[in-house]
T-cell receptor
Framework: AQSVTQLGSHVSVSEGALVLLRCNYSSSVPPYLFWYVQYPNQGLQLLLKYTTGATLVKGINGFEAEFKKSETSFHLTKPSAHMSDAAEYFCAVSDRRYSTLTFGKGTMLLVSP | GAGVSQSPSNKVTEKGKDVELRCDPI?????LYWYRQSLGQGLEFLIY????????KSGLPSDRFSAERTGGSVSTLTIQRTQQEDSAVYLC?????????????FGDGTRLSIL
């Protein structure tokens, strides 16, 4: 069984500040890990994914995440927040065989001027 | 190219009625997934298709829910005798194939409201 825990349902940052969204996972097999972003009234857009290999993964819009097996974490970061980053972010873990996704509860990122 | 298309975008219906939600995946994508997004439960997996077959229906919440896929393309999610707890956004996703690192591409969802 797999599960994902996202710490903090809401995170507020100022424009230009560091963004850190936390994700911890539980999986009985080596995981595939994903971050998705959802803008209002839209579907989910893939930001980045970890499958194998390099543990620091770079995604779109300047986001990156680091897979830390010892900490079972996959935190999402961005050095400098932009107003357009305001959205809801979902961390997900995949069953490697079927690729069905198990999502965290989501973190709403609020960016103030 | 075209992304995943879902229709209708919004559906309001009375309790007890049946509803059909449609998903048109990206052309050439053999895998198709249905998820439900609700305030109380977050994002939940419902069912997935590989081609026209559904190897995993474990996420369907009750026997009032069913889904089919024809021609390896369009899928329909049907909810019979709708209940208020069925109110949610139903999201469809497709990928080139199941397994490995194929990313899922999501549609904008159908917002279902049961009165």
């Amino acid at each position: 069984a797999q599960s994902v825990t996202q710490l903090g349902s809401h995170v507020s940052v100022s424009e230009g500040a560091l963004v850190l969204l936390r994700c911890n996972y539980s999986s009985s097999v080596p995981p595939y890990l994903f971050w998705y972003v959802q803008y209002p009234n839209q579907g989910l857009q893939l930001l980045l994914k970890y499958t194998t290999g390099a543990t620091l993964v770079k995604g779109i819009n300047g986001f990156e995440a680091e897979f830390k097996k010892s900490e079972t974490s996959f935190h999402l970061t961005k050095p400098s927040a932009h107003m357009s980053d305001a959205a809801e972010y979902f961390c997900a873990v995949s069953d490697r065989r079927y690729s069905t996704l198990t999502f965290g509860k989501g973190t709403m990122l609020l960016v103030s001027p | 190219g075209a992304g995943v298309s879902q229709s209708p975008s919004n559906k309001v219906t009375e309790k007890g009625k049946d509803v059909e939600l449609r998903c048109d995946p990206i052309s050439g994508h053999t895998a198709l997934y249905w998820y439900r997004q609700s305030l109380g439960q977050g994002l939940e997996f419902l069912i997935y298709f590989q081609g026209n077959s559904a190897p995993d229906k474990s996420g369907l919440p009750s026997d009032r829910f069913s889904a089919e896929r024809t021609g390896g393309s369009v899928s329909t999610l049907t909810i019979q005798r709708t209940q208020q707890e069925d109110s949610a956004v139903y999201l469809c996703a497709s990928s080139l194939e199941t397994g490995n690192n194929q990313p899922q591409h999501f549609g904008d969802g159908t917002r279902l409201s049961i009165l």
